[in-house]
């Protein structure tokens, strides 16, 4: 069993910047990579970000690149998401995922219980 808990998001001004925490806690083995996702109203959920465990390798998707970093704390378990530059667009929920080693899943496999992001213009 793992759980995660997000924490931080809230109201922000459009241009301004958040920081997005997810803390690991349980059995969570190895990670092979962490991720954060999100779904805005009316939309399907995407993938925002992830991070590879070992050697921090990361991911963005094309509409983040340049303003999102997504960062891990190995010694806490933890993985951040610094916001900048925020846009009406980036208002959504957002969860992060682990992806688990030997944990029978293919992929993410755990989820927070999200955060919601609201961007104002």
């Known amino acids: 069993q793992v759980q995660l808990v997000e924490s931080g998001g809230g109201l922000v001004q459009a241009g301004g910047s958040t920081r997005l925490s997810c803390a690991a806690s349980?059995?969570?083995?190895?990670?092979?990579?962490m991720a954060w996702f999100r779904q805005a109203p009316g939309k399907e959920r995407e993938l925002v970000a992830s991070?590879?465990?070992?050697?921090?390798?990361?991911d963005y998707a094309d509409s983040v690149k340049g303003r999102f970093t997504i960062s891990r704390d190995t010694a806490k378990n933890t993985v951040y998401l610094q916001m900048n530059s925020l846009q009406s667009e980036d208002t959504a929920v957002y969860y992060c995922?682990?992806?688990?080693?030997?944990?029978?899943?293919?992929?993410?496999?755990?989820w927070g219980q999200g955060t919601q992001v609201t961007v104002s213009s």
């Open positions: 991070i590879r465990w070992s050697g921090g390798t990361t």
């Open positions: 349980g059995r969570t083995g190895r990670f092979v990579k």
């Open positions: 995922a682990a992806d688990l080693l030997g944990d029978g899943k293919i992929d993410y496999g755990y």
